[in-house]
């Protein structure tokens, strides 16, 4: 069954870029969209973008200009950089998976990284 | 941009029928999915393709999509179901998500 965890700094200072990792286990990363979705305080869910395994990505176009997904087949990793953050950029970030070919929705979920941007 | 809207509460008694609804412009044209969320655990998806339902997941849930209203149903539902559900469609390659609604069973 596959898993997916998240890892990466608890704290971000503001304007300092965001990274998070994201690592595959219990089966190859094979032929899907991983994703990036993250969850503030009020407790919305916003998708931040998708990366594919063949590299391709698509971003939520209010946070494209500062987001950047990339893969490591080598190593089951896709990662998350988000740049110039501020406040508003605190959430728990989870990646997660298509949960097959027709992308419609997302399975598995990793459990959860609190990232809180403060000083 | 797209939005969907939830409700932001329901409430229901155990035994009884829970209906929460979801709605976007001409969302019966689009595919449903349906997360249930309970406090400090990640989403996990009850209903997808607005009526199927993943292995595992209680027959209880059950989902419709029509028009502009997407409605997932909890039918005889129990103390465990309480929690946040939120609807999630795509658009245009963007995956957006409703403002969930927190269900609460009492």
């Known amino acids: 069954q596959v898993q997916l965890q998240e890892a990466g700094p608890g704290l971000v200072r503001p304007s300092e870029t965001l990274s998070l990792t994201c690592t595959v286990s219990?089966?190859?990363?094979?032929?899907?969209?991983y994703h990036w979705i993250r969850q503030s305080a009020g407790k919305e869910l916003e998708w931040i973008g998708r990366i594919y395994t063949s590299g391709s990505t698509n971003y939520k176009p209010s946070l494209k200009s500062r987001v950047t997904m990339s893969l490591d087949t080598s190593k089951s990793q896709f990662s998350l950089r988000l740049s110039s953050v501020t406040a508003a950029d605190t959430a728990i970030y989870y990646c997660?998976?298509?949960?097959?070919?027709?992308?419609?929705?997302?399975?598995?979920w990793g459990q959860g990284m609190q990232v809180t941007v403060s000083s | 941009s797209y939005e969907l809207t939830q409700p932001p509460s329901v409430s229901v008694s155990p035994g009884q029928t829970a209906s929460i609804t979801c709605s976007g412009d001409e969302l019966g044209d689009k595919y449903v999915s349906w997360y249930q969320q309970r406090p400090g655990q990640s989403p996990v998806v009850v209903i997808y393709?607005?009526?199927r339902r993943p292995s595992g997941i209680p027959e209880r849930f059950s989902g419709s999509n029509s028009g502009n209203t997407a409605t997932l149903t909890i039918t005889g539902t129990q103390t465990m179901d309480d929690a946040d559900y939120y609807c999630?469609?795509?658009?245009?390659?963007?995956?957006?998500f409703g403002g969930g609604t927190k269900l609460t069973v009492l």
């Open positions: 999630q469609a795509w658009h245009a390659r963007i995956a957006v």
């Open positions: 997660a998976r298509d949960a097959d070919s027709t992308g419609d929705w997302f399975d598995p």
């Open positions: 393709q607005d009526t």
């Open positions: 219990g089966g190859s990363i094979g032929s899907y969209y």
